[in-house]
Nanobody
Framework: QVQLVESGGGLVQPGGSLRLSCAAS????????IGWFRQAPGKEREGVSCINSSDGSTYYADSVKGRFTTSRDNAKNTVYLQMNSLKPEDTAVYYC????????????????WGQGTQVTVSS
């Protein structure tokens, strides 16, 4: 059974940090591009970042560039999203998703999704 499981969300103060994990079971992540998406209440889903499988190249939304970093540990079959300098507007449910080809901004191309993890940035 192909499954992605996110973890690491929680409540953090503005300026704080969190590291989200996306662990795969039933398949190996190293052949997939892994995207991170988020959705805040009343807002559309937004692409946050993506990391390719072949060369590890990464992409970030302008809203998180310089603050978020995505990386992968193929030995642990896990992808991470390190989030620093968090802002209240980063509050959302964060999802990871897998795409067999290279990174794309089209969320519809990602075939496997996790259940999401809540990130709340508030004082």
């Amino acid at each position: 059974q192909v499954q992605l499981v996110e973890s690491g969300g929680g409540l953090v103060q503005p300026g704080g940090s969190l590291r989200l994990s996306c662990a795969a079971s039933g398949f190996t992540l190293d052949t997939y591009a892994i995207g991170w998406f988020r959705q805040a209440p009343g807002k559309e889903r937004e692409g946050v970042s993506c990391i390719n499988s072949s060369d590890g190249s990464t992409y970030y939304a302008d809203s998180v560039k310089g603050r978020f970093t995505t990386s992968r540990d193929n030995a642990k079959n896990t992808v991470y999203l390190q989030m620093n300098s968090l802002k209240p507007e980063d509050t959302a449910v964060y999802y990871c998703a897998a795409h067999l080809k290279r990174c794309t901004i089209d969320a519809g191309k990602f075939g496997s999704w996790g259940q999401g993890t809540q990130v709340t940035v508030s004082s």
